[in-house]
C-alpha cells in the first residue's frame, strides 16, 4: 500500500516529482548547513549544493557525470539572509525538477535568478530577522527573568530558533509551489517597496525598544 503511495507523489501528468520528504530534506539541509561550510570565496554556496542534493540524487543517481555537472552549477558564489533565502532554494529545486523532467534550461538562466534574488532578499530578511524580531523577543525574554528566573533565558532561545524554523520552512515551500512564477513576484516593482517598509519597520523597533 506504501509502494503505491510513494508512486502517487512522485508522478505527476507523467513526470517525476519530490516526495514530501525529499522536499523536507531539500529545505532542512539548508536550514541546517547554510552557514556551516562557510568560506569568502563561495559563501553559502556549500549549503546550496548540499540543499539540491536530495534532487540531484534522484534525477542523476545512475549517472555521476551529469550530477557532477549539476553539482558545479551551484559551486557559485551565493549569499543571502539563511531564513527568507530559503525562497530562493524552493523556486530552484522547483526549477531542477523541471529540469530532470527534460524541460530545456541553462544553468546562466538558473544562476541569473539566484544572483537577482539574493540581494534583495537578504536585505529584507536582515531587517526582519536582525533588527525586528530578536528586539521584540528579548524584550519579551528580560520581563521573564526578573527576580533572577532563567525563564527568559529558555523562552528567547526557543523562540527565536521556532520563529527562525518556522519562516524558513514556508518560504522554502512557497517558492518551491510556485516555482519560476514566484521570480516575476519577487524581482517586480513592489520589491523595492518591500524593502524600505521592512528597513522601517525594523528601525521603528529598535527605536521603540
Known sequence: MS?????????????ITLTKEEVNKSWYSWFKYCLTVFGYERLQA???????????????????????KRLKCHAVFYN??????????GIVASMEVERGNGT????????????????????????????????????IAI??????SA????????ALYAANIILSRLFYMQGYKSGREA???LL?????????AMSVLGLTVVGAI
Open 3 to 15: 509502494e503505491k503511495i510513494d508512486q502517487k507523489e512522485e508522478l505527476e501528468n507523467g513526470k
Open 46 to 68: 556549500p549549503g546550496f549544493i548540499l540543499s539540491m542534493l536530495p534532487i540531484f540524487k534522484k534525477f542523476y543517481g545512475n549517472d555521476p557525470e551529469k550530477m557532477v
Open 183 to 185: 521570480v516575476h513576484v
Open 188 to 196: 517586480g516593482k513592489q520589491m523595492s517597496r518591500i524593502q524600505d
Open 143 to 148: 520581563g521573564l527573568s526578573s527576580g533572577g
Open 151 to 158: 525563564m527568559g533565558a529558555v523562552f528567547a532561545v526557543i
Open 104 to 139: 530545456e534550461m541553462t544553468d546562466e538562466f538558473i544562476n541569473s535568478i539566484k544572483v537577482g534574488l539574493m540581494g534583495p532578499l537578504a536585505g529584507i530578511g536582515d531587517a526582519v530577522t536582525q533588527a525586528t524580531l530578536p528586539p521584540i523577543i528579548l524584550s
Open 80 to 89: 543571502t539572509n539563511p531564513v527568507f533565502g530559503a525562497v530562493v532554494n
